[in-house]
Each structure stands twice: as structure tokens, then as C-alpha cells.
């Protein structure tokens, strides 16, 4: 999930220079992303270390925002996907800890 995150920014990064004139650094720190945690309606998962990934990237390039989904689904083992949980193994609050080292 973290390459799929990646390269939809980098489209929007693309979409955001082209449009407005400007280089990629600025680009970028006029572009952000929320991501879903835990498992999707469509099948996909994105694990705490994945959005961890995504967190760093996203510092790397200065983006302006990250998000997640749900903080009502940030905990797990809770017996599956639903709007209270994210259906996977981790611990609670983890995808905020995670956001929580976003710098921009």
C-alpha cells in the first residue's frame, strides 16, 4: 500500500506542478493525502508499519497534509471490520501515534 500511496501523490505532485507552473518541492508541499487503516471495503490492508512508511515519506517530501481515515477504527483485535474497529492486528491508537510524527 505504501508504493500505491506513492505513486497517487507523485500523480497529483505531477498534476499540481504542471497546472500551477511550479517545481517539485513546491509541488509537493501543496499536496497531501489521507489514507484509509486497516482493512478496506475493496480488500486492501494497510498495515501500522505501512502507514509508519507512509508518515516518513510524506516528511521527506514536506507535503502539506496527512490523514488517516478513522480514528474510531484505530484498534484491533477487536473481531473484524467495522466503523469501531480496523480488522486488523495492532495496537490501539497506533496509526495515530504514527500521524502523530507528521512534521510536513
Known sequence: MFAYTKSAVDGLKNH??????????????????????????TGETVTPQNFRDIVTWANSKHLA??????VNR?????????????????QTYEFTKALA???G
Open 65 to 70: 497534509r496527512v490523514s488517516f481515515w478513522a
Open 74 to 90: 484505530d484498534r484491533g483485535n477487536c473481531g473484524g471490520m467495522s466503523s469501531s474497529c480496523s480488522g486488523i492486528n495492532q
Open 16 to 41: 499540481v506542478k504542471s497546472t500551477f507552473g511550479l517545481t517539485d518541492d513546491a509541488a509537493y508541499r501543496r499536496s497531501g493525502l489521507s489514507s484509509m487503516n486497516g482493512k478496506t471495503d
Open 101 to 103: 510524527k507528521f512534521t
